[in-house]
C-alpha cells in the first residue's frame, strides 16, 4: 500500500474514534446556556397620578398585594371620581432569557391591563407579553418597542376571550431577535439587537382610560364589589447566557 493512502486511511481511522468518544449525552451549547427559572417578586410599587397616553389612573400601593403566591392589582373608581389601580417594578434588571407571567386578565371598558418589561433609564426598549383591551377580550396584543419607538405588533385570538382565565403569556430575549408566545406557543419573532448595557424591569400593570382603550363607563365597575383584578400567579426569569 503506498504510504499516502496508508497514513490517509490511519487519520480517517483516528478521527473515526475521536468522535466515537465523546459522550453521547452531551447537550449542544445552545440548550446547555440556559440557567435556572427564577421567581420575580422583589418590587417597587408606584405611587401617583400617570398621565403617560393621557391615561386616567392614580397607581397606590393599596391596590397591589400577594394572596398566597398570587399578585394581584386592584382597579375601581373611588366616590370622588378617582381612578386607583396598582403598577408594580422589578427592583433588578434582567438580561437575556425567558419573561414569563401566568396572568388572569380583568375585562372592562376603558381597562388596559399588562405584563410586560423595558429598559425605563431611559424607557425604551419595551417588550409586552401581553396586554389586552379591556373591551375587546378575544385578542392578545404582544409589541416589541425598540430604543426609537419603532413598533413590531404580534396579535393572537380566542373566541373564549383572554380574561377571566389564567393563560402565560411570555418572550425570550435572544442577543439577536425577540420570540413571543402564548401558552408556550410562538406567535411571532423579530429580529433586533438590543443597545449595549441594556436590561429589563419586569412590569405589572392595569392602566384606565388613554388614547387606545378609552374611558371607562358604568359598566366597568358593574361587578360585586365595584372594582377588576389582575391576578398573576406566575413570574419567572430564566437566563440565557450566550
Known sequence: MPAAVFK?????????????????????????????????????????????????????PNCVWYDGGTLMIKTYKAADGTYYSGRVESKALYGYGTYSFTANMPSGQGLLPAVWAAYLNPWLPEFDAAEIIGQNPNTVYQTLHDQNNAQTQYTKNNSSGWTNAFHTYSFTWWPDHVDFAVDGTITGSKPYTTPAGTGMHFIVDTAVGGDWPGSPNASTWATADGARYLKVSSITYTPYYP
Open 8 to 60: 490517509s486511511i490511519r487519520s480517517a481511522v483516528t478521527l473515526l474514534a475521536a468522535c466515537l468518544l465523546l459522550p453521547l449525552t452531551a447537550h449542544p451549547a445552545h440548550a446547555s446556556s440556559w440557567g435556572s427559572p427564577q421567581v420575580v417578586n422583589s418590587w417597587n410599587t408606584i405611587n401617583g397620578r400617570w398621565t403617560a397616553n393621557n391615561e386616567l389612573e392614580t397607581y397606590t
